[in-house]
Each structure stands twice: as structure tokens, then as C-alpha cells.
């Protein structure tokens, strides 16, 4: 079975936690991999969230120098067996297979997560945004996307307490982008187009309501 078709496959089974019809396009890829910067000298640990069938793994892999690292979080099991079949002998690349707020998670230099967000209810969104950016070393960064163009569709299309849950996973989203955020990039060329946000823990001063220490671009 290719990729693609797994995907479609668990989409139509688990649509909520996957996702996406499709795995990720390259120019996606190569969006949320900007910051996996290799340092030479220097071991890197990287750590991604919700790798799918690995379109994003492939770009990390590359970028990794010998002495970095790359873990993976990955909770569907049938996902989870392709990138055991592909990774099982590469030293540099350990898969954890369940939701990412269990697990116990190091410290990384660099963070990419494909995680659905914007179909969690708004306290699992707040608590894994916890983990990850309390998982960054200093001057760390967590890269993740979203749909562009999905908000105005699903607002149509929901109601009621469905559309509570909506709108308060929708602010928390936005309070973590106001709190964090560095810079942001679309990426047409993916099904469907995405937007790219990347972040870094606020200084001290940020969090206690006073200007970032650090310059934040949206670009
Ligand atoms: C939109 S897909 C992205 C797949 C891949 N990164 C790509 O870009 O092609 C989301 C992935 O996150 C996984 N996932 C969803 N919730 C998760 C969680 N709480 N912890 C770990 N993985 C999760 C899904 O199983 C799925 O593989």
C-alpha cells in the first residue's frame, strides 16, 4: 500500500487525529523543517510530532549531522509501522508510539509537530502546546501548520456545542500565536494550501505581560 493510500485509509477511519487526505507536500516539508539547522560540533535533538507516514521525517533525516538525533511521536499504530520498517536501523532516530502529551519527553533544539490542533477540544491543544514549548532548550524553536482557508468553511458548516468547542480551541490557538509566534509563511503548493507558524519560548518579560525580548516578524 503507497503512502497515499494509507493516509486516505486512516483519514476515512480516524478523521479526527489524522488530519489530512494527503501526507505532506515537499514545500510543506521544507517550511516546517527551516529551523532544523545543523551545528556543527554541536549534537542537535530534534523531536517530531505526528510524523504520518514520514513526509517530513525524510526532510529532518537529511538535515541531521552525525551527531544530531531525531525523535519521533507518532499515536496511530498502523502510522507508527511504517516508520519502525523504515527507521528500525538508523541509530539517530528513535519512534515513540502514543499521544504525545503521555509521553515524557526530553529537551530539543528544534520541534516539528503536524498535529491536527484545530480538531482537539481546547484543553488538549493548551496542554500539548505546554509540553512542546517546555520541552524547547533555550533559544529552541517548534514549527507547526495549519489549513488555510478551513476557518470561514467550518464556521458554515457548525453549530451549536460543536461550534463552542470550535471557537475556544480557535482562542487558544491565537493566545499561543500572540505569546510566542516569531514568524508565519504560507504554502500554496500543498492539499490544501497551509500556513507555517514558528515558534519560541516568550522570555520571562513577555509572560509577564511586558514586551517580548526577542524582535517577533510576521512574514
Ligand atoms: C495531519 S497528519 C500529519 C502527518 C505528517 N506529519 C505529514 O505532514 O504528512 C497528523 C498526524 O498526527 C498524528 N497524531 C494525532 N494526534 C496525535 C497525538 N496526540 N500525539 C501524537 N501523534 C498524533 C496522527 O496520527 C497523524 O499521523
Redesign the pocket.
Known amino acids: 500500500m503507497t503512502d497515499v493510500t494509507l ?1 486516505l485509509r ?1 483519514f476515512a477511519r ?1 478523521r479526527r ?4 487526505i ?3 507536500s515537499a514545500r ?2 521544507g517550511a ?1 523543517t527551516r529551523y532544523v539547522i545543523p551545528s556543527p560540533g554541536r549534537p542537535r535533538a530534534v523531536l ?10 525524510r526532510h529532518i533525516r537529511a538535515a541531521l549531522g552525525p551527531l544530531d538525533s531525531l525523535e519521533l ?4 499504530t498502523q ?1 507508527a509501522a511504517v516508520l519502525r520498517r523504515t527507521y528500525a536501523s538508523d541509530p539517530q532516530v528513535r519512534l515513540m508510539t ?4 503521555r509521553q515524557r519527553l526530553g529537551s530539543y533544539d528544534t520541534i516539528v509537530c ?3 490542533f484545530a480538531n482537539f477540544d481546547a484543553a ?1 491543544v493548551e496542554d ?1 502546546f505546554g509540553c512542546l514549548i517546555g520541552a524547547l532548550r533555550p533559544g529552541g524553536t517548534l514549527s507547526f501548520f495549519a489549513y488555510t482557508g478551513m476557518r470561514p468553511l467550518r464556521r458554515a458548516f457548525t453549530a451549536g456545542e460543536d461550534l463552542r468547542r470550535m471557537l475556544e480551541t480557535q482562542a487558544v490557538l491565537e493566545r499561543t500565536l500572540r505569546r510566542h509566534r516569531f514568524r508565519s509563511e504560507t504554502v500554496l503548493c500543498n492539499l490544501p494550501p497551509a500556513r507555517v507558524h514558528h515558534l519560541a519560548p516568550a522570555a520571562p518579560a513577555a509572560r509577564a505581560g511586558q514586551s517580548p525580548a526577542f524582535a517577533y516578524a510576521d512574514q
Open positions: 493516509f486512516e480516524t487525529d489524522t488530519g489530512a494527503a501526507p505532506s510543506l516539508a516546517l517530531e510530532v505526528g510524523p504520518g507516514t514520514g513526509a517530513v521525517t511521536v507518532e499515536a496511530n502510522f502514543g499521544l504525545v502529551q503536524g498535529l491536527p488538549t500539548i
